[in-house]
């Protein structure tokens, strides 16, 4: 079921949009070939040639897989019959599910319909649950973040999160604590639909965008609380102040990076000045391969700082980072590590 862009957040939406371009943050179709990623960006039909949002695109961009993968998110089906791909990795997280024993998240947090993403579907208890294989994963970061992050972090704390997407997780974590206020970094594209997913699920949350980023010089820890929520576009990530944030997180981002990229995001000191960190990314680079995920990056374990830096509360190979977004065929992703760990 689509949920409806209301009026006053199709207009935010616009002028964002239009605030990105008067500042050449947006992607141009002559930087198609420069990373596998801005391929996904450029010529994209979320905008009409007036520079304004296409709201059919815009609330069904989870089912049309609009910049990153929500299985399912293809027309999988022959004559009413799912299949082989689609049923294999269908019965992989439904067995994924069990095992990590979800139910209890599942109950408390059901997915949100916005962007009109297909589901999987699981009856267990007598209830029927849905849900998607990155809703899985983000309920798991969140089954994570209860047991090993929660308690180091205090009242009204900072938060950022490098490769937000439209906001997964940040949508949990703002009903697992009201309180945090959320920094989202991710490519302009991205941000404009986590604009529209988390403004449709917190109608009265405070979002800032790049309208009142670009009016100052750096985003401090005094002007992040002022928000729930703030969109920081990639390019303006350098604004952030030295002492700004309290816990970082990077799903699947950092380690999909050229190490330029990779050295912009994790030298800078929000980063380093972090209190506490989850990441999960790949074990390692294989650009000889190259991989859908780590085509680009020779960028491996051993190159997180913070993980020498900083003390580790949890380590390990993760469960859930296993598929890759092949609508044809189910393939195994490189193993990634899943890595908690909080400053001395």
């Avoid at 815009?58 to 399912?72: A, E, S």
């Avoid at 319909?113 to 969140?142: C, E, Q």
């Avoid at 790049?210 to 969109?231: H, Q």
Wanted: contains cysteine; glycine residues 4%.
């Amino acid at each position: 079921m689509n949920t409806p862009v209301t009026s006053l957040i199709r207009e935010k939406i616009n002028a964002e949009l239009k605030a990105y371009e008067s500042h050449n943050l947006l992607f141009k179709p002559d930087e198609r070939n420069i990373s596998l990623w801005k391929n996904r960006f450029v010529d994209t039909p979320l905008f009409s040639k007036n520079s304004e949002v296409n709201v059919e695109i815009l609330q069904n961009f989870r089912q049309q897989k609009l910049f990153v993968g929500d299985n399912p998110t293809f027309n999988s089906s022959v004559d009413g019959m799912l299949n082989p791909s689609e049923t294999k990795k269908r019965r992989i997280l439904v067995s994924l599910v069990k095992e990590l024993k979800f139910i209890e998240y599942l109950s408390k947090y059901p997915m949100p319909m916005t962007g009109n993403p297909s589901v999987y579907s699981i009856d267990l208890r007598n209830k029927t649950f849905v849900f998607t294989h990155r809703w899985v994963k983000h309920l798991y970061a969140l089954k994570l973040f209860d047991k090993y992050i929660d308690p180091f972090l205090d009242k009204n704390f900072t938060s950022m999160d490098i490769g937000a997407s439209f906001g997964i997780y940040q949508y949990l974590l703002k009903l697992r604590r009201p309180d945090a206020h959320q920094v989202l970094i991710d490519l302009p594209e991205q941000l404009i639909l986590a604009r529209y997913f988390l403004q449709s699920c917190f109608p009265h949350a405070k979002i800032a965008g790049v309208e009142e980023i670009i009016a100052i010089r750096s985003i401090e820890r005094g002007f992040i609380k002022e928000y729930d929520f703030v969109l920081v576009p990639s390019d303006l990530y350098h604004r952030l102040g030295s002492d700004a944030i309290d816990f970082t997180s990077s799903f699947a981002c950092l380690g999909e990076l050229k190490r330029e990229y990779f050295d912009y995001y994790t030298k800078h000191p929000a980063f380093n000045s972090s209190k506490v960190f989850h990441l999960i990314n790949p074990i390692a680079g294989h650009p000889i391969r190259k991989s859908r995920i780590t085509g680009e990056t020779d960028i491996s374990l051993l190159d997180y700082d913070c993980v020498t830096n900083a003390m580790k509360v949890y380590f390990s190979l993760s469960p859930v980072y296993i598929m890759t977004y092949n609508p044809t065929a189910v393939s195994r992703l490189e193993p990634f590590f899943e890595y908690i760990g909080k400053k001395y």
